[in-house]
């Protein structure tokens, strides 16, 4: 099939067809991680959402123009599960959206914890998480205002240094949420410079809670992986249906590997087992048989810049 012939059939084939699959291989995938071990201090149920630019070029995209440095993109949000790293939800939106309006959309499951950076700061739309039972843990910003109701003691040891329950100040914030919140600070010092957490969690210790946030990376570690290996970034097509077909493909093709190593219990990476069925695609080989025979000096070795994505 000529390129031609890929971007016409995705300027054709409603994007939405090839959502609909990637949400049947996301139910299947849970199903296959759920009994993945995992730190036995952490919650059973951890979330972390992010958003990362996809860059076009403004010549050939004109339609999704961005108002900074007369550029072109698209916004990709995704919430992934800790467990496995698998996405379990996502959205395509035009690159000026603000990351916090994407809070209404996100689906919320009762007693799981869902992990953001800053951007997502937004008291009236976190007023959702305790009204469906559900954790956030976000980082929160200079500007907020809040009383202490009561301190926790903590180790200073570990980076902590409060652990405070506290009530938002201002008059505004108070009416956006009116409830107690839980606001940790941990030191780091690799990097030398102060964290501020906010959560409406009051059980988990401090320094899971922080531990939570550095976890939040997988997410990042995810689009780069699928940026580098998925190939994203050159698109056969110029509509926005096309564009949301080629990224919600890139999605179903990660969780397809994700699915195969786990039902055939690989000890492959997910870039090699991608490998091995990339330079094999139309060889009449059962993948089981396919992905056996392989070793690992015949797969060829990851690229020196994406060592620390081995763990996908």
Known sequence: MTRTNF???????????????????????????????????????????????IHLSL????????????????KWHTLISLKGNLPVWAAITEASLPELKMLDQIPLQPGAFYVMDRGYLDFTRLR???QAAAYFVVRSKRHVRFQVL????????????????IRLNSSWSRRSYPLPMRRIRFRDHTQN?????????????????????????????????IKQHLRIQHFFGRSPNAIHC????????YLLVAIAKREMKLEKSLYEILQILSVSAFEQIPATQLLAKTTQ??????PANTQYLLEF
């Open 59 to 74: 010549k050939l995209f004109p339609w999704a123009y961005w108002g900074r440095a007369c550029a072109s993109a698209v």
């Open 193 to 225: 410079r102060s964290l501020v957490f906010l959560t409406n969690n009051f059980e988990l210790p401090a320094e899971v809670v922080c531990e939570l946030y550095q976890r939040r990376w997988q997410v990042e570690l995810f689009f780069k992986w």
């Open 246 to 253: 080629q990224i919600w493909t890139a999605i179903c093709a």
């Open 150 to 165: 009561a301190a926790r003691p903590l180790d200073k040891s570990q980076g902590l240094r409060c652990d405070q329950t």
């Open 128 to 130: 959702r998480w305790p």
């Open 297 to 302: 000096q015949e797969t060829s070795a990851e």
């Open 7 to 53: 971007a016409y059939a995705n300027e054709h084939r409603d994007w939405r067809g090839f959502a609909a699959v990637a949400e049947g291989l996301i139910r299947h995938a849970t199903r296959l991680y759920q009994d993945q071990p995992q730190d036995p201090d952490f919650p059973a149920l951890v979330y972390a959402l992010d958003a990362s630019l």
